[in-house]
């Protein structure tokens, strides 16, 4: 067993071994279990999707491969060696990046300061300006993103850039495998697009990618290995050519439930229209509240003086 506090891993020189590997991984919280024998390989190149409705295991998933909560069964592997990760600066330390749904960007800072947030160069006692912001631009132009002002707020920006700006941080400071936690989920389809094209640019650069999800639309268009959780657990693990959209969209909807439940809406007519109720509010009578008369309620008010 290795503690990362003290040392690193070195990246592995076999492409055909898995950078990260969850077997068995197991969660609980008192007598709760999150999880409970996930397994799940992620490879150099190679998009992993990950899956599940609310309540499914996702959040948990995730804090425990970026270091924020130590697993409690099963075991975890980076190039092979098994580890456990003392904090998500450990885990950053071999290359395992985090890009949560919140960005963890300052809305009110400019885009260049976002990028090196917690990471700045220094020339001598002063920041190194110059340096970040030719960095930066660097940076996002290789995603594919020209931001003509570095010094605007991120806040201004849009969401698909602002997801952008997180994933090519990650990649800048050393990330081998990228988790990415629900990206598309507050973003409308043109934006939703836009990430899913940086999405594939970050698979095209060498990481491997863990894209969280609960829309099997969006993992399908640029996943290749899907893991589907519920209720903490992995009800599917296919590969790309295993399955088809429609097969990941009702294994992702519950399956036999789903099909249930089509089977009792199959008697309502979807075309059916129903005509609104006249009601004469006349010749309703006010409800008996036992508790006196509000009579002088419809009267004109008075002011007394």
């Not at 002063?126 to 940076?139: P, S, W």
């Not at 707020?153 to 969401?159: A, H, I």
């Not at 509240?289 to 002088?296: I, N, P, Q």
């Amino acid at each position: 067993m290795t503690t990362l506090e003290q040392e690193t891993i070195r990246p592995t020189e076999s492409e055909g071994q898995p950078i990260l590997e969850l077997n068995n991984i197991g969660k609980s919280y008192g007598n709760v279990n999150a999880l409970r024998g996930v397994n799940i390989a992620v490879r150099q190149g190679e998009v992993t999707c990950v899956l599940g409705d609310n309540g499914a295991g996702k959040s948990t998933l995730i804090k425990v491969i970026s270091g924020l909560h130590d697993y409690t069964e099963g075991s975890l592997r980076v190039d092979g060696s098994e580890v456990r990760f003392g904090s998500p600066r450990a885990a950053q330390a071999t290359g395992i990046a985090t890009v949560y749904q919140d960005l963890a960007l300052a809305p009110l800072m400019s885009v260049w300061r976002n990028f090196f947030l917690a990471n700045e160069l220094h020339k001598g006692p002063f920041l190194n300006i110059r340096t970040m912001k030719r960095v930066c631009g660097e940076e996002l132009a290789k995603m594919g993103i020209i931001i003509p002002d570095l010094d605007c707020p991120v806040g201004s920006l849009s969401g698909g850039q602002r997801q952008c700006i997180a994933i090519a941080r990650a990649i800048y400071f050393g990330a081998r495998v990228i988790i990415l936690d629900e990206p598309t989920a507050a973003l409308g389809v043109r934006q939703s697009g836009v990430v899913l094209k940086y999405i594939v640019k970050a698979r095209d650069a060498g990481l491997g990618v863990i894209f969280i999800t609960h829309n099997p639309h969006h993992a399908y268009l640029v996943g290749n290995h899907f893991v589907v959780l519920k209720l903490g657990r992995v009800v599917l693990d296919a590969h790309r050519d295993e399955l088809t959209l429609q097969q990941l969209t009702t294994e992702m909807a519950g399956g036999d439930e789903l099909e249930e439940l089509s089977h009792e809406l199959s008697g309502i007519d979807p075309g059916k229209v129903v005509q609104g109720h006249q009601v004469d509010h006349g010749e309703i009578g006010a409800p008996d509240l036992g508790v006196g008369s509000f009579d002088g309620l419809a009267r004109e008010p008075r002011f007394n003086g």
